[in-house]
């Protein structure tokens, strides 16, 4: 199986993860695609006041991580086809930082439910979502973790996770709409 | 009730229950440790992260005289087998054992221990037929998966079952576990155990070996690794049983120098069924960027093999010669279907 990338350029005619600017990365003067941002990766602790009252704010920018702590995940994605889209799903991983390239390492994340995915029902033309289920994330140390979201079909072809025997290029996964990914020491973005 | 106070009352029980004495149920059973204060179940055998080669010999014939002195190692797979003894004057069919993990404070809660699954992707391991009083070894090797957090420690939870989860099905409760009568029940055991820490990085990915369940499928394969990007690493691969002459399926080396290719020769009988690991050990992750291990299995054809497909017209008859004298045909499958396969010749 080939591993296929979408391009930074294109913003896929489906559901994506929109980006956002690093301070992170301007400060440490680090390459343009080191964004391990990922504004599309709302986490709040569980008994957080914003997950009881619902989501009114999508730019959240006070996310923290501390390990053993139950978080909420859920995750937010934009429709750019001019058609509605189902059948959509957002799964959801985790991984010591060092070890982000070997997807073999990569801990699936379960929903509140058990699910290792998460539904975005029916979406339609440029309306931004939440999937439907929160996914419940309690990180074991207090390393630096990486958080990975992936937009995929329910039949596992729009966007497959990629093969286990070699080292991912991060560069492609990390510009790709369809990937996500949060450094959990510095989840940090910039907003217009 | 703080943590200390629960593992006081724990100790204690185990400590009444030991010098009670036993009644075993009319069934295969799991003994239950023999000094409260180690926590050690004889019949949850850790092997560590090497398979043991013959482990249903091996395991039956020191039923009584030995116990796992072996600790999990991080970041590793590791082997695990279950062993029981039936109790019954008449055989025992259709009994499972399952195997799970709890971090080693929380025993007391079912819904956080982790289900281990078998090297065949099953979270169950069947036993033969048990005869009566005698000691059987479920069939399939427990891996306890190397992405499991580093904790202090983990207690493994044995559990003996039938497949229609009617003899012993795992409590389904939110309350703690009574655990007297938990570690009284010879249908559990639980052993403590810590996770060694590994020096440097360890890179895991994983493939299967697989054989077709034809008679044709019966053969030497070449098993092959081609390890690209990772110099200055040590590569190893290891199967989870060995291969059906009792060779571990395992080879271990230090990448000198880029596409490098391992290798070995194995028996392997029709329906073999193994689940491989393949490891990078490195001091340092820049090293493992660029990193691709590709594993294969050719059947390895005798020479006369080749040439009687060839005459038959099973395959094209424009192979070298040299064919004839190292030929390995790719993926195992009966010779009728030869047409179809590739077959690549000479120094591979």
């Known amino acids: 199986m080939s591993m296929i990338f979408h391009s930074n ?19 440490h003067g680090l390459p343009e695609w080191y964004n391990f941002n990922a504004p599309c990766i ?16 999508w730019a959240l920018r006070t996310r923290r991580f501390t390990a053993g702590i139950e978080l909420n995940v859920r995750i937010v994605a934009s429709n750019n086809a001019n058609t509605p889209k189902s059948d959509r799903i957002a799964c959801l991983y985790y991984v010591e930082k ?12 379960r929903t509140y439910s058990g699910n290792i995915l998460s539904d975005f029902g029916t979406v339609a033309p440029g309306q931004r979502i939440l999937a439907q289920d929160s996914f419940k994330l309690i990180l074991p140390n207090n390393s630096d973790y990486y958080i990975i979201a992936q937009i995929n079909d329910i039949q596992n072809r729009l966007n497959p996770k990629p093969p286990s025997t070699k080292a991912i290029n991060l560069e492609k996964l990390n510009q790709s709409y369809l990937w996500s990914i949060l450094d959990t020491v510095n989840p940090f973005y910039m907003t217009a | ?27 295969l059973y799991l003994r ?6 180690i926590n050690t179940a004889p019949d949850i055998w850790i092997a560590g992260n090497c398979p043991l080669p013959d482990y249903i010999h091996k395991l039956n014939e020191n039923y009584d005289t030995s116990s796992s002195d072996t600790y999990l190692q991080s970041r590793q797979d590791n082997y695990i087998y279950v062993r029981a003894k039936n109790n019954a004057s008449e055989p025992r069919r259709r009994r499972v054992a399952q195997l799970y993990a709890a971090e080693l404070d929380l025993i007391m ?24 009083h005698a000691v059987s070894v479920a069939s399939e090797t427990f891996v306890f998966p190397y992405v499991m957090p580093t904790t202090s420690g983990y207690s493994l939870i044995a559990q003996i079952n039938d497949l229609n989860n009617q003899l012993n099905p795992k409590p389904q409760q939110s309350t703690p576990l009574d655990m007297a009568a938990f570690n009284a029940n010879p249908l559990w055991a639980s052993t403590n155990t810590c996770l060694v820490p ?7 990915m994983d493939s299967r070996l697989t054989t077709e369940s034809t008679p044709q499928a019966s053969g030497t394969y070449l098993i092959t690794l081609d390890v690209k990007g990772c ?9 989870s049983t060995a291969d059906s002459a009792g060779k571990p399926i395992q080879f271990h080396s230090r990448v000198d120098s880029d596409g490098r290719l391992f290798g070995s020769s194995y028996c392997l009988e029709p329906a073999f069924d193994a689940y491989i690991s393949l490891y990078i050990y490195t001091d340092d992750m820049k090293k493992v960027t660029q990193a691709e291990l590709t594993f294969t299995s050719s059947y390895q054809a005798r020479s006369n093999d080749i040439q009687k497909a060839v005459e038959m017209g099973l395959i094209s008859g424009d192979i070298s010669l040299d064919a004839f004298n190292s030929g390995y045909i790719e993926k195992a499958a009966p010779f009728m279907q030869l047409r179809s396969l590739k077959l690549c010749v000479g120094g591979r």
Not at chain 1, 18 to 27: E, I, R
Not at chain 1, 98 to 109: G, I, M
Request: hydrophobic share 35%; aromatic share 10%; with cysteine.
């Open chain 2, 231 to 239: 110099v200055g690493t040590e590569v190893e691969l290891k199967g």
């Open chain 1, 98 to 109: 060092d070890y982000l390239s070997f997807t073999s390492h990569w801990q699936e994340v």
């Open chain 1, 9 to 27: 350029e294109e913003i896929p005619d489906d559901l994506y993860m929109h980006k956002s600017d690093s301070c992170y990365k301007h400060m």
């Open chain 1, 42 to 57: 709302l986490a709040h602790p569980a008994d957080s006041i914003i997950i009881n009252e619902g989501y009114t704010n």
């Open chain 2, 1 to 27: 009730m703080s943590l200390l106070e629960l593992k006081e009352i724990i100790a204690a029980q185990q400590r009444r229950l030991s010098e009670q004495p036993k009644s075993l149920p009319d069934d």
């Open chain 2, 109 to 132: 809660w079912p819904s956080t221990w982790k289900e281990i699954y078998t090297d065949t992707g099953s979270n169950v391991s069947p036993f033969a037929a048990v005869a009566p």
């Open chain 2, 198 to 204: 590994v020096q440097g990085y360890v890179v895991k």
């Open chain 2, 32 to 37: 239950r440790w023999v000094d409260p204060g």
